[in-house]
């Protein structure tokens, strides 16, 4: 038996690409493109099982992609935030937590208005 796996076990979950491209419509909507850096920070929230920092981001992306910068990380949460696709909380130090929302955002908060 190999040791490689299988192409199959190397796919990311069905709902990393879920969250990708409901983050991809929200950035269309507000006319711009879902990068390579947005989408791989994408995958690697939706990967993420457990509340994070972006300390925490920063480290599980750079592991996938060592070339994304602390500021490309705090401006895909920023908007993934704005978007509605995360929710952020304080922590006890001078950070925040995120944690991905089960609301289907595509649209900014203020967009909603009527």
């Not at 993934?80 to 995120?98: D, E, I, K, N």
Request: aromatic letters at 6%; a positive charge.
């Amino acid at each position: 038996m190999s040791s490689r796996q299988s192409p199959a076990s190397l796919s990311p979950p069905p709902e990393t690409g879920s969250f990708a491209r409901r983050a991809g419509a929200a950035w269309q909507h507000d006319n711009r493109p879902l990068t390579i850096v947005r989408r791989t920070v994408c995958e690697v929230i939706a990967a993420q099982s457990e509340p994070f920092t972006a300390d925490d981001l920063l480290i599980a992306v750079r592991q996938v992609k060592r070339g994304i910068s602390v500021a490309s990380i705090y401006r895909t949460l920023g908007d993934l935030v704005a978007f509605g696709l995360l929710q952020q909380s304080p922590t006890a130090s001078t950070g925040f937590r995120y944690v991905v929302t089960s609301a289907p955002a595509c649209l900014r908060p203020e967009d909603q208005r009527s």
